[in-house]
Every structure is written in structure tokens, then in C-alpha cells.
């Protein structure tokens, strides 16, 4: 089973700075099954990132994601005061069919 | 516009079975491609896949849960069952079902969530 590390767990920065979150797979993942998630206190989370780089709809274009292999990253370039929250990286595995999540990193107001 | 809500009891007993039902519309399980899945969430802590049924019924689930779960669908309601079985203080959780699409295999809309507590 793919085991999905995400660091920092608590990142602390000022609106306006950039943020780099990082996702590590404990072995090789798909590009194309490769996803990130933000969720705000009370909250569903809500699909920011599929196919490791691709925004879902309505997804401002601050945020990007990059990586391949086992190591993915999620950048916000100039964060907003609504982006801090929690994000999640999600991987899909088809042997047998499954997902697994990150254990998710806090983005705080610094 | 796709929507989804979970329903079922907040509070269930330990040992007892836990059953929660997924409402949704805007998207139908019998189109092919469709699929839904659950998902849940201790309090304080990560996501946690449970498990998956597709347009074709086949279903998928946790391999540390899968003795205990099972998930059905009809379609007629637009309508996803869970059961968990033998439930535990530590299965206390938020849990939500979520659409995917074949294919994409994202979670691209979630319901908002029930807040089950397991407790005697």
C-alpha cells in the first residue's frame, strides 16, 4: 500500500508570500492519478488540483501543482487570506482499486 | 449542478451496526462513468477512503475495513448506502461521500458531511 508524507505539517506564512507544499509517495504513483485538496474548518474538502498539474474548475490560477514520480508539490504564488486552511494530497491506486490520502499540512496566518 | 448529503444517526452504540445514506443529484449511476465513494474524517485528523461503487456495481473498499463495510446503490433514489459493522469508539468521525468519474478518479464533489459518534 502507498503510503502518501506530506511536510511541513504546519506551514506559517503572511498573506502575499508564496507557499510550497510538498507530497512524498513511499513508491512511484501515476501522474494521472495524483491530487490535491483544500479544506477549511467545518468544511468538505474541494478538489483543487487532478493530474497532478491540472486545476479543477473554478480553481484560481495562484495555485499550481508539479511533480512526478514520488514527489509532488503544490504551490499557492501570493497567498490570499482565504487559502489557509488545511490541504490534503490524494493518490489513486488501481491494483487493487483504492485511494490514499496525506496526513495533510496547516497552512497558517504567520 | 451536482449535489450530494449524507444522512443517518449521530450517535450509534459501540458493537452496533452504523448505516448512512447518500442523496444526490445532478449526475445519475446508471450513466456510465459514474461512481461514488465515501470517505471519512476523526475529529482532528486526515481524510480516510472507506470505500467505491461504480455504474456497473462493482464495489471497492478499505483493505483495513473491508470486512466491515459494505456499500450498495439505487438508483432509482439516486441513493448510496454504507453499513459499517461493529462499531467503535475510534470510528467516530465526520463521514462524507464524494462523486467520481472513471477515469478522472478525483473526488470532484463532496457532500458536507455527518458527524457520527460512537459512544455508549
Known amino acids: 500500500e502507498i503510503v502518501l508524507t506530506q511536510s511541513p505539517g504546519t506551514l506559517s506564512l503572511s498573506p502575499g508570500e508564496r507557499a510550497t507544499l510538498s507530497c512524498r509517495a513511499s513508491?512511484?504513483?501515476?501522474?494521472?492519478?495524483l491530487a490535491w485538496y483544500q479544506q477549511k474548518p467545518g468544511q468538505a474538502p474541494r478538489l483543487l488540483i487532478y493530474?497532478?498539474?491540472s486545476r479543477a474548475t473554478g480553481i484560481p490560477d495562484r495555485f499550481s501543482g508539479s511533480g512526478s514520480g514520488t514527489d509532488f508539490t503544490l504551490t499557492i504564488s501570493r497567498l490570499e487570506p482565504e487559502d489557509f486552511a488545511v490541504y490534503y494530497c490524494?493518490?489513486?491506486?488501481?491494483?487493487?482499486?483504492?485511494?490514499?490520502f496525506g496526513q495533510g499540512t496547516k497552512l497558517e496566518i504567520k | 449542478q451536482v449535489t450530494l448529503r449524507e444522512s443517518g444517526p449521530a450517535l450509534v452504540k459501540p458493537t452496533q451496526t452504523l448505516t448512512l445514506t447518500c442523496t444526490f443529484s445532478g449526475f445519475s449511476l446508471s450513466t456510465s462513468g459514474m461512481c461514488v465513494s465515501w470517505v471519512r474524517q476523526p475529529p482532528g485528523k486526515a481524510l480516510e477512503w472507506l470505500a467505491l461503487i461504480d455504474w456497473d456495481d462493482d464495489k471497492y473498499y478499505s483493505t483495513s475495513l473491508k470486512t466491515r463495510l459494505t456499500i450498495s446503490k439505487d438508483t432509482s433514489k439516486n441513493q448510496v448506502v454504507l453499513t459499517m459493522t461493529n462499531m467503535d469508539p475510534v470510528d467516530t468521525a465526520t463521514y462524507y461521500c464524494?462523486?467520481?468519474?472513471?477515469?478522472?478518479?478525483?473526488?470532484?464533489?463532496w457532500g458536507q458531511g455527518t458527524l457520527v459518534t460512537v459512544s455508549s
Open positions: 493530474g497532478a498539474s
Open positions: 464524494a462523486r467520481v468519474i472513471y477515469g478522472d478518479y478525483v473526488l470532484d464533489y
Open positions: 490524494q493518490q489513486y491506486g488501481s491494483s487493487p482499486p483504492a485511494y490514499t
Open positions: 513508491q512511484s504513483v501515476s501522474s494521472s492519478y
